[in-house]
């Protein structure tokens, strides 16, 4: 399977902390996508890294790539109350689809 | 509207009724997808359109599930004699490209549906 599998499944900070999330995967991909959804919502894309991408920002945001080995990681400096959500990681396949993995539910106490 | 647009938001089916679930992607986009999710899991791959074009419906679960998106724009997913285990979140997702390969994908609200 190609599917993204994402950890921790949960985590839980204080507002101002960092929040680091981590997405392993089994195959070659060219590239990585990550995406916010907060609850009862559709999905938000945050950021996409490309396989010849080590590292990418985004305002708050910081992703990083490791093709060797097969893992990515996304980065929430200074996290705020508005960040509470679930966040994926979604690896193409096939050309048609994107894989998801079960997601990693941030909570960021006020 | 700027964004996708799903319909209804809710519904809720007495297992063995038929259900249609509507989607509007952005104007102009080219590829539409549908998803699947559970309660706590993450969106699971139904079917996926180039234009008109069903290219991918490899995810369908059943043969009680159809999609159509017949003029290449608003795409219905329909879900015949529904079960319990029909009961998920429909996502529907549209972007400008060709396949999701180099591009991001614009999600709906998604429709709720919860077979009884």
């Known amino acids: 399977s190609q599917q993204g599998e994402e950890d921790p499944q949960a985590l839980s900070i204080q507002e101002g902390e960092n929040a680091t999330m981590n997405c392993s995967y089994k195959?070659?991909?060219?590239?990585l996508q990550w995406y916010r959804q907060n609850s009862g919502r559709g999905l938000v894309h945050l950021i996409l890294?490309?396989?010849?991408?080590r590292e990418k920002h985004s305002g708050r945001l910081r992703v990083t790539l490791d093709t060797s080995k097969k893992s990515s990681s996304l980065l929430i400096t200074a996290s705020r109350a508005a960040d509470t959500a679930s966040y994926f990681c979604?690896?193409?396949?096939?050309?048609?689809?994107?894989?998801f993995g079960t997601g990693t539910s941030l909570t960021v106490i006020p | 509207g700027a964004g996708v647009s799903q319909s209804p938001r809710y519904k809720v089916a007495k297992r063995g009724q038929d259900v249609a679930l509507r989607c509007d992607p952005i104007?102009?986009?080219?590829?539409l997808f549908w998803y699947q999710q559970a309660l706590g899991q993450g969106p699971e791959f139904l079917t996926y359109?180039?234009?008109?074009?069903?290219?991918?419906k490899s995810g369908l679960p059943s043969d009680r599930f159809f999609a159509e998106r017949p003029e290449g724009s608003v795409s219905t997913l329909k879900i015949q004699r529904t079960q319990q285990e029909d009961s998920a979140v429909y996502l529907c997702?549209?972007?400008?490209?060709?396949?999701?390969?180099?591009?991001?994908?614009?999600f709906g609200q998604g429709t709720r549906l919860t077979v009884v």
């Open positions: 979604a690896i193409p396949r096939g050309g048609n689809q994107f894989y």
């Open positions: 195959t070659s991909i060219n590239n």
């Open positions: 104007s102009g986009h080219v590829s």
């Open positions: 997702a549209s972007s400008l490209a060709r396949g999701p390969l180099n591009t991001e994908a614009f």
């Open positions: 359109f180039q234009n008109e074009a069903q290219l991918d």
């Open positions: 890294i490309r396989s010849n991408e």
